[in-house]
């Protein structure tokens, strides 16, 4: 059974910076796009960053450009965002996603279709303090 698991959530302050994991089991890792996706209390979720099967392309959304960096390590079988210059408008819950999908599709995809998206984690928290 596919399993993700994120880790690495908590406070921070403002300008601050925290490195999200997502460990990845029950699948063939490096044969699959994965994701970054968030939700802030009240809010849709929403595409955060994707990282292609190889590591070679990323995507990020345009809030976070600049600031946060998306990479994998498959020889671990798990994928990263570090987040730096976290802003209050940073705090929700971060998904991590797995699909077979390219990056550019998952990127731009309707939030209404993300159930469809192949394996999720159940999220960390990621609170950001002014």
């Known amino acids: 059974q596919v399993q993700l698991v994120e880790s690495g959530g908590g406070l921070v302050q403002a300008g601050g910076s925290l490195r999200l994991s997502c460990a990845a089991s029950?699948?063939?890792?490096?044969?699959?796009?994965m994701g970054w996706f968030r939700q802030a209390p009240g809010k849709e979720r929403e595409f955060v960053a994707a990282?292609?099967?190889?590591?070679?392309?990323?995507h990020c959304a345009d809030s976070v450009k600049g600031r946060f960096t998306i990479s994998r390590d498959n020889a671990e079988n798990t994928v990263y965002l570090q987040m730096n210059s976290l802003k209050p408008e940073d705090t929700a819950v971060y998904y991590c996603?797995?699909?077979?999908?390219?990056?550019?599709?998952?990127?731009?995809?309707?939030?209404?279709?993300?159930?469809?998206?192949?394996?999720w984690g159940k999220g960390t928290l990621v609170t950001v303090s002014s």
């Open positions: 996603a797995a699909d077979r999908s390219p990056a550019s599709t998952i990127a731009t995809m309707s939030p209404t279709d993300y159930y469809d998206l192949d394996a």
């Open positions: 029950g699948l063939t890792f490096s044969s699959y796009t």
């Open positions: 990282i292609s099967w190889s590591g070679g392309y990323t």
